[in-house]
């Protein structure tokens, strides 16, 4: 069990220390299985699946106090399985580890443009849940994959992947960092600059979709 603390941007920490890289250096080994909680809850109960586990198994959370919102949303982990958090038609949010708070605010701001979203707790980055996605596929035009993680190697591009192997024509629009090292810097100010705030990311989407 690989415990990997500090994933994501870390701010005080220093520029060395922003833990932006785990998906795609841990996504790239074989049999390896990675986990993200949303909260202080999903993370007593990923780790208790993490030791029940018969294989190599990563679980990564953010540096500071955990998230203690969603609290009503407790589905039990299965291995490989996303958790539906809201669903509605023509756009999923789907959100992994600290990006599942983001997308929620995401959410609540598009729904109040009159642009009510689906929105997905992925849980497992690596095997992501294709069963899952076939299905939001029937009614959703349009895949929104959020993650803490530079692009490259991300969860966001096996979506990617997967939705170009559809007969049905989806979009997909990836939140992610970019591929360069990030500076130090207070957390709330570098996720603004890099754009995976709420608020820069609902300017995304409407200006992608036109909302």
Not at 83 to 96: D, G, I, N, P, S
Not at 142 to 161: P, S
Not at 177 to 206: F, K, T, W
């Amino acid at each position: 069990v690989f415990a990997i603390d500090r994933a994501g941007l870390v701010g005080a920490d220093g520029e060395t220390h922003q833990g932006v890289f785990d998906l795609s250096y841990l996504g790239c080994i074989p049999n390896m299985t990675i986990l993200a909680p949303k909260n202080c809850w999903e993370l007593e109960e990923e780790l208790r699946f993490a030791f029940s586990y018969g294989g190599p198994i990563a679980i990564r959370y953010p540096r500071g106090q955990a998230y203690r919102g969603l609290g009503e949303h407790r589905e039990p982990i299965r291995f490989g399985k996303a958790e539906l958090l809201f669903r509605e038609e023509k756009t999923a949010l789907l959100a992994l580890g600290s990006m599942v708070s983001t997308a929620e605010h995401v959410r609540e701001k598009l729904e109040a443009l009159g642009q009510p979203c689906t929105l997905v707790n992925m849980r497992f980055a690596k095997p992501i849940d294709r069963e899952l996605l076939a299905e939001l596929a029937e009614t959703h035009q349009n895949f929104v994959t959020l993650e803490e993680n530079v692009l490259r190697g991300g969860f966001g591009l096996e979506v990617a992947e997967w939705a170009s192997s559809q007969e049905k024509e989806l979009s997909v629009t990836h939140i992610a960092l970019p591929d360069a090292y990030v500076e130090h810097g207070d957390v709330s100010v570098l996720r603004q600059h890099l754009g995976i705030d709420s608020d820069s990311i609902v300017r995304v989407l409407r200006d992608k979709y036109h909302w």
